[in-house]
């Protein structure tokens, strides 16, 4: 079974999502990592950007065949055998709505466009993908048609694209049956997900025959996207057992970095790689979660490369409190776990997001400890503005011991945080995995909210500051969010 990625290429034609070159070529080094047979990398008939990328990517010499896409036209084939790319996907529709509105042109014309152009690429020695645009809404006898005259011509492997995703599983099995009947022939699919079923039918067609999934990662794509990769891969290899290449364990990671790059959030109760995915609130879960992780979680988060997290808030049990206290050295007695326990809740009902800050600080004080944070924040100095480039220096003290951290970023919060992880780097080794700002009130004076999850190690953290100013809001959270990471009473009582 092979597997196509189109995040640069389908994925990049999400509303608002643009990519520069060193960018695509990031996201494709890690795809090419991840395991992937084929990267579709752009389009490059379609701007010079477009065709810079492609290039780029083409000279890497990455294990993955790359692609670009082009339409039917020799303009665009030459396009592709300009940039380097060894594979074209060649995307010609076989809709009679298509062929008709789009094109102004006949069933004939396409025929014979088909024919011509994959001679034409054959003969210059690139792979050949056929993407059949709105195959699913095409006449079936006439997308045969399409696809036998291909295979004549010598194409390597056909597509036909649920563009508008109207298939469901059950069609899109009865489809795929019939089509590799007919055909005897390599067949791929590409499915959308405007119904939110992409991955179900792309995962039906592939029981059906086909052989080469089109996907994307965190399900990117035009309107409500492509089917996603990490989500028809774990489905695959853990609901129906079977064997692939691809590294599961970079998939996390990879999502984080394609949303990071394309500026698009993976909401937080996104299939396995959101979030939520492995995070667990409620104190029959946690409870559950703790005697088995099997009890509430289908697959282990380390194969996915995420990490558990169990999260204080209302709906939280004794058993979640005392495990996370229990990792900071922290063993309250009953009746301080039972006083943690309710303030905790409490804070949940007034409807505050309950962070693992806010529940040491609970514990600190019933139980009388920790008046002193390992890390504190002496001074900071912050330069920046146009032409300038940020620039932070900060004074902390770590456990007594005065350090010194100056860092530059691409804005103030940047270089502060970057300050800040510069003067404890050598002593612990602290990243930050999440960050995110919102202004809780409007106007340009306006609260803002910065939320930070950070990691050491294997333990993850999260906190929360309040303020108006949003360095100080986020030096504030990252501060707090490593005293948590610090703290270790064990350590301290030895
Ligand atoms: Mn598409």
Known sequence: MKFLDTTLRDGEQTPGVSLVPENKLRIAQRL?????????????????GEMEAVSLIS??????????????????????????????????????????????????????????????????????ELLAE?????DFDYLTKVFLTAIGAGVDRVIPCDTVG????????????????TLKFPV??????????????????????????HVTINGLGERAGNASLEEV?????????????IKTEMLYSTSQLVSRLTGVYVQPNKAIVGENAFTHESGIHTQGM????????????ELVGATRRIAPGKHSGTHGIRAALEKMGLQPKEDQLKEIFLRVKSLGDKGKTVMDADVLAIAENIMGLGQDKPIKLEEMTFVGGDKITATSSVRLSLNGKVCWGAAVGVGPVDAAINAVKDAIAEVVPITL?????KAVTGGTDAMVEVVVRMRKGDRTTTAMSVREDIVKASMEAVISAMNVLTTDYNKNKQ
């Open 32 to 48: 090419d990592e991840l395991g992937v047979d084929i990267i579709e990398v752009g389009f490059a008939a379609v701007s010079e």
């Open 433 to 437: 995995e999440h960050y995110m700002v």
């Open 166 to 181: 109207i298939l469901t599983p059950e069609r899109s099995a009865e489809f795929f049956s019939r089509l590799t009947e």
């Open 188 to 213: 791929g699919v590409h499915c959308h997900n405007d119904f939110g079923m992409a991955v179900a039918n792309t995962v039906a067609a592939l029981g059906a025959g086909a052989e080469e999934a």
């Open 134 to 138: 709105d195959a699913t809404r095409s």
């Open 290 to 301: 703790l005697a088995n992780p099997l009890c509430y979680e289908p697959i282990a988060p």
């Open 59 to 128: 000279k890497q010499g990455l294990k993955a065949q790359i692609s670009s896409a082009a339409r039917g036209t020799i303009n665009d084939i030459d396009a592709v055998l300009k940039s380097g790319a060894s594979t074209i996907s060649m995307i010609i529709p076989t809709s009679d709505l298509h062929i008709e509105c789009k094109l102004r042109k006949t069933r004939e014309q396409i025929l014979k466009a088909t024919d011509e152009c994959i001679e034409y690429a054959k003969d210059h020695g690139l792979i050949v």
């Open 233 to 245: 891969v774990i489905t695959l290899k853990s609901l129906y057992k079977l064997d692939l290449k």
